[in-house]
C-alpha cells in the first residue's frame, strides 16, 4: 500500500478535545450580551431583533436538514406557522392564561410532530430521489396556506388574526429569553452536529445509498430529524406570535420557507453559525432598508443570493472564517486549526453473527430474475452457497454479476425468485434490512464518504452494533479482529485521522473492504475488491480474504474479472454468461472448461491470437 | 356538460403550454428551471406592453417569444452554465433569479394589476354551449407548441442531439455534440415557450408581478409526473388539470388550486415514474 506518513496538518479536522470549555465560553459571551443588548441598542432594534432571533431559529433547522442532511427544505415555514396558528387560535378563542399558553405550545408541538412525520413519511423511503422531498416540503406550505384561507373567520383567512391576549411582558425580556434561547439552540445543536450521530448525517448526505448498505436506516433517521426540527420550528412560530400578537399566514407560506432557505445559503450551509448570523443581519438590514427602498432591497438580496449560489456556494461565514484563520496564522506564525483526537482502536465483543448454528445453507437463491421491461438481465439463478465456501463469480461483462449482487444485497431489485440467508427468505427488505440478515456487500466503484475521516467511516459501519453518541465522541472505536486485520496490514490504521478523498486507490478499496467487515457479515458479497490494484496489493487482499473464510468460516461471494486471481482464491466458481448460470463447479472444472474459455476470449477458436 | 368536457380541455390545454417549457430544460439540462414563474410573468408584461404601445394584440406572442429568448440566453451563460453539476442549487439560484425579474417588473411597471388586451374576444356556440372563443384558441396554440417541439425534436440535427443528450449525455460528448451548445440552444428555447406561455394566459385574467409563481409550482409538478415525455406531459396536463377542474367544480375552488400539487405528489410516491413508462 501506498503509505502516506507526511500528513498536511490542513487535512485533519478539528474534534471534540476540550469542545466543551470554548463552546462554552463561546455561548456565555453570548448570553452576556442578549443580556446587555437592551440597554445598548435603540428601542426599534431591539424589537425587531426579537423578531430576527425567532427566524434563526427557524433557519437553524433549515440548516441542520440541508446543510448537513442534505435535505432540501421548503417546508420549515409551515411548522413555524404551525406553532403560531396554534398560539394565535388558542389565546383568541380560549382566551391568554398559564394554562392556555402550555395549551397552545403542546398543540402547536404535536401538530407539527404529526405533519412532520407524514411529511417525511412520503418523502424519504428506499429509493427515493432528494428532488423528490423538496417538492413534498415545498407543496407543504402551500397546503397550510390554503388550509388557513379555508378556515375563514375560524383562522382568519388571508388576514390573519391579530390582538389577542398574550404574556405580558416587556419587549426587553422578549429580547433576553429568545436571545438565550437561540444561544442555547445553537450550542445544543453545535454538539448535536459535531457528534458521532452528526457524522450518520453527513454520511447520508455524502452517499445516503451507502449508508443504507451499512445497515443505517437513512429514511428513518431522516423522519425523525424532520420531526424534531419541526417541533423546533413550531416552539420558535410560537414565540413569533406570543410576541408579535399576530399572525398571518405570511409567516407559514411557501415564500417565507424558500426566504428560509435563502438565509440559510447566503449565511453558509452546514455551519451553524453561518445561518444564525445570516438571518440575524439580513433581518435586521432588511427591516431598516425595505421602509425607504422596498423593491429595491429584495432585487439587492436576490442578486446577493444567485452570486452567492453561483460563486461561492458554501456561503459567507465560511469565506470569512478561512480569511481570519489564515490572518491569525501569519499574525502568529501558528496553525489555527488543531489536530485531531483520533479514538483509540479496541477489539469489538465477539457478536453473534447472523445464522450462527443454522443448519440452512448460509445462501439459498432460486429461480432468481431481474428484468427491465423486456430486457431480462438475470434469468433462473439458481444456487446455494455455505459457511467458509469462498464463491467466485466470473463472466464476461454485461453477464449479469454486479446485478446478482444488487439481487441479493436489496430486497426490492429482483423481479423474481428468491433469496434466503440461514433459510429466511429476505422478502422484499430495502438494503439496510439485508445487512441484519446478516449480508455485507462491497461496490465495483469504490463507495466511501469523501469528506468523513477513515475513523469516522468505521464508526458509520458500527452504527448498527454500537450505540452512537447523539452529543459527543466516543473516545474508542472498537472493531471486530477481520476488520482490524485489514486496516493494521494495509497501512490504514495510520491514517485515521485522514478524510478520505485524501487516501489512495488501494487504501480507500481497503477501507471498503475493512468497513463491510466491520459490519460483522455472514455472507460477504464483493464486487470486483481489487480492480485497479497493484499486484501486491492485489495478493494481500486476497489472503486476507481466504484467511477469513478458513478461520471465521464466512461465506464468501467475489465477482473477479481477473481468472488467475480467483482461481488462487476461490474454493468453487459460478460462471454467469447472458444473465444465466452456465457453469457451476469446482476451481478445476471451470478452469479446464473448453466452454469458459469460448466465452471468455470470444470467438478464440475461429480467431487465432496473432 | 359541455361546458365542463371544454373547460378540462381547455385547462390542460394550458397547462401543457405552461409546462413545456419547463419540461425540455428539465429533459435536456437536468436542472429544474425555477426562474418559469419570472419567465412566465416577462411574457405577460410583454403582453401588457404592447397593448400599451397600441400595436395589434397578435404581435404580443412574437414579442414575448423573442423576450424570452434573449434573457435565457444571458442567464444561461452566466447563471446556469456554472451550475450544471449542482442540481439541488440550481433550483435555488433560478428561483433567486424569480425574485430578481418580480422585483425589476415591480420597479418598472409597478405592483398592481394590469389587463392585457386579447387579440381574441367574444364567445361562440359549441354544441348548444356558448363558450370563450379565446380558451377555444388556446387548444390550437397548444398544439401548436406541441407540434413545434415534436418537430424541433424529431426533424432537426438540434433534436436528434439533443434527443442524444437527454439518454446520455457523456457518451453524446464522446461522439463529438456539442452539448453545451445543445444546453444553450435548449434553455434558449424553454425559455422563450415559457415567455409566449406567460403571453398566452395574460388575457385570461391579469398581469401582476408574481403571477408567475402559481403557475410556477404546477407546472413543476406535472413536469415531475411526466418524466421528460411530451405525451406524458399531454396525460398528466389532461388527468390532473381535468381533477381540477372537476374539484374546482364540484367541491370547492381553494381545493381544486390544490389539486394537481397532492395528486402528483402522492403520485410521484406510488409510482416514481409518474405517467412514464419507467
Known amino acids: 500500500m501506498a503509505d502516506l506518513t507526511t500528513i498536511p496538518e490542513t487535512l485533519t479536522r478539528q474534534t471534540s478535545s476540550g469542545r466543551l470549555v470554548p463552546a462554552g465560553s463561546i455561548a456565555g459571551l453570548c448570553i452576556a450580551a442578549t443580556i446587555a443588548g437592551p440597554y445598548l441598542l435603540d428601542a426599534y ?55 392556555t399558553a402550555v395549551l397552545a405550545l403542546v398543540a402547536g408541538l404535536v401538530a407539527s410532530a404529526v405533519v412532520a412525520g407524514i411529511t417525511g413519511w412520503i418523502s424519504f423511503f428506499h429509493g427515493a430521489s ?11 406550505p402551500i397546503i397550510f396556506v390554503q388550509v388557513l384561507y379555508s378556515g375563514g373567520t375560524f383562522t ?25 434561547g437561540l444561544v442555547l439552540l445553537t450550542t445544543a445543536t453545535w454538539f448535536f452536529v459535531n457528534s458521532d450521530f452528526g457524522r450518520v448525517l453527513v454520511a447520508i448526505r455524502e452517499n445516503e445509498q451507502r449508508c443504507t448498505y451499512l445497515g443505517i436506516n437513512a429514511p428513518r433517521v431522516k423522519i425523525l430529524l424532520m420531526v424534531v426540527m419541526a417541533m423546533i420550528a413550531s416552539v420558535a412560530g410560537y414565540a413569533y406570535a406570543g410576541y408579535t400578537v399576530v399572525v398571518a399566514p405570511e409567516i407559514g407560506s411557501f415564500v417565507f420557507g ?58 459567507i461565514v465560511p469565506v470569512l472564517k478561512s480569511g481570519l484563520r489564515r490572518l491569525w496564522s501569519a499574525a502568529t506564525g501558528r496553525d489555527a486549526v488543531p489536530g485531531v483526537a483520533v479514538p483509540a482502536l479496541s477489539e469489538a465483543p465477539e457478536a453473534r453473527r447472523a445464522g450462527a448454528g443454522s443448519d440452512a445453507a448460509a445462501l439459498a437463491v432460486a429461480d432468481l430474475a431481474r428484468s427491465y421491461g423486456s430486457l431480462k438481465v438475470l434469468e433462473g439463478v439458481t444456487f446455494k452457497a455455505l459457511g467458509s465456501e469462498l464463491l467466485g463469480i466470473i463472466g464476461p461483462n454485461g453477464a449479469g454479476k454486479t446485478t446478482l449482487m444488487r439481487c441479493l444485497s436489496d430486497g426490492y431489485e429482483r423481479t423474481g425468485g428468491t433469496v434466503a440467508m440461514f433459510g429466511r427468505m429476505i422478502a422484499r427488505t430495502p438494503p439496510q434490512g439485508v445487512v441484519g440478515f446478516g449480508i455485507g456487500r462491497s461496490f465495483q466503484t469504490t463507495s466511501l464518504f469523501e469528506t468523513l475521516t477513515v475513523a469516522e467511516c468505521l464508526r458509520l459501519a458500527r452504527y448498527r452494533l454500537n450505540k ?60 470486483e475488491p481489487t480492480a485497479g490494484l497493484t499486484k501486491s496489493e492485489r495478493t494481500l487482499i486476497g489472503s486476507i480474504l481466504v484467511d477469513l473464510v478458513q478461520r471465521e468460516g464466512l461465506c464468501t461471494l467475489i465477482i473477479e474479472h481477473d481468472l488467475d486471481f480467483v482461481r488462487e482464491i476461490s474454493t468453487r466458481i459460478i460462471v454467469l454468461h447472458q444473465g444465466k448460470i452456465l457453469l457451476d463447479g469446482s476451481v478445476a472444472e471451470v478452469v479446464g472448461s473448453e466452454l469458459v474459455r469460448t466465452i471468455y476470449a470470444g470467438a478464440a477458436q475461429q480467431r487465432p491470437a496473432p | 356538460m359541455t361546458a365542463l368536457v371544454l373547460d378540462i380541455i381547455t385547462t390542460a390545454a394550458i397547462l401543457f403550454a ?61 447563471i446556469i452554465r456554472p451550475l450544471y453539476d449542482r442540481p439541488l442549487d440550481a433550483i435555488l439560484a433560478t428561483w433567486g433569479l424569480g425574485i430578481i425579474i418580480g422585483q425589476l417588473i415591480t420597479i418598472v411597471f409597478g405592483r398592481e394589476i394590469q389587463f392585457v388586451q386579447a387579440p381574441i374576444t367574444g364567445a361562440t356556440t359549441v354544441i348548444g354551449e356558448t363558450y370563450s372563443l379565446y380558451r377555444l384558441f388556446l387548444i390550437a396554440a397548444a398544439a401548436m407548441v406541441a407540434g ?29 455534440i456539442n452539448s453545451g451548445h445543445v444546453r444553450f440552444v435548449t434553455f434558449c428555447i424553454g425559455a422563450g415557450l415559457a415567455s409566449l406561455a406567460g403571453a398566452l394566459i395574460t388575457p385570461l385574467s391579469s398581469v401582476d408581478p408574481n403571477m408567475g409563481v402559481p403557475w410556477l409550482v404546477n407546472a413543476f409538478m406535472l413536469v415531475l409526473v411526466s418524466s421528460v415525455s411530451l405525451v406524458s406531459l399531454a396525460t398528466a396536463a389532461l388527468t390532473l388539470g381535468g381533477a381540477q377542474v372537476l374539484v374546482s367544480t364540484f367541491i370547492s375552488p381553494v381545493i381544486g388550486g390544490l389539486t394537481i400539487v397532492v395528486l402528483a405528489a402522492l403520485l410521484l410516491r406510488i409510482r416514481p415514474a409518474g405517467f412514464g413508462n419507467g
Open chain 1, 468 to 527: 452512537t453518541r447523539m452529543l459527543s465522541h466516543a473516545p474508542t472505536l472498537a472493531l471486530p479482529a477481520s476488520a482490524r486485520h485489514v486496516i493494521t496490514a494495509t497501512g490504514i490504521d495510520r491514517q485515521l485521522a485522514i478524510e478520505c478523498r485524501h487516501l489512495s486507490h488501494g487504501m480507500k478499496r481497503a477501507l471498503e473492504l475493512a468497513m463491510v467487515l466491520a459490519l460483522e457479515p455472514s455472507v460477504l458479497l464483493l464486487d
Open chain 1, 258 to 315: 424558500t426566504e428560509l432557505v435563502m438565509w440559510v445559503a447566503l449565511g453558509g450551509r452546514g455551519t451553524l453559525i453561518g445561518p444564525v448570523l445570516g438571518t440575524i443581519a439580513i433581518d435586521v438590514t432588511s427591516a431598516y432598508l425595505s421602509g425607504n427602498l422596498p423593491y429595491v432591497w429584495k432585487l439587492i438580496i436576490g442578486s446577493i443570493f444567485v452570486l452567492v449560489i453561483v460563486v461561492l456556494p458554501q456561503g
Open chain 2, 18 to 78: 405552461v409546462a413545456s417549457g419547463l419540461l425540455i430544460i428539465l429533459g435536456v439540462l437536468k436542472i429544474v428551471n425555477f426562474a418559469h414563474g419570472g419567465f412566465l410573468t416577462i411574457g405577460g408584461y410583454s403582453g401588457l406592453v404592447v397593448t400599451q404601445l397600441g400595436w395589434n394584440a397578435w404581435l404580443a406572442y412574437p414579442v414575448a417569444a423573442v423576450a424570452g429568448i434573449l434573457l435565457g440566453a444571458v442567464i444561461e451563460r452566466f
Open chain 1, 156 to 180: 382568519g383567512s388571508s388576514s390573519g388574526l391579530v390582538g389577542y391576549n398574550t404574556f405580558d411582558l416587556s419587549v426587553e425580556a422578549w429580547f433576553t429569553i429568545c436571545g438565550i
Open chain 1, 130 to 140: 432528494p428532488l423528490y422531498a423538496a417538492i413534498v416540503t415545498l407543496a407543504l
Open chain 1, 45 to 99: 432594534t431591539v424589537n425587531i431583533l426579537v423578531r430576527s432571533f425567532l427566524y434563526a431559529a427557524a433557519a437553524l433547522t433549515v440548516d441542520v436538514l440541508w446543510g448537513y442532511t442534505g435535505i432540501l427544505t421548503f417546508g420549515q415555514a409551515a411548522f413555524f406557522g404551525i406553532g403560531a396558528y396554534a398560539a394565535g387560535i388558542t389565546f383568541t378563542y380560549m382566551d391568554f392564561s398559564p394554562q
Open chain 2, 148 to 176: 413545434g417541439i415534436a418537430a424541433l425534436m424529431n426533424a432537426t440535427r438540434l433534436g436528434l442531439e439533443a434527443r442524444a443528450v437527454i439518454m446520455n449525455e457523456q457518451l453524446a460528448r464522446g461522439l463529438g
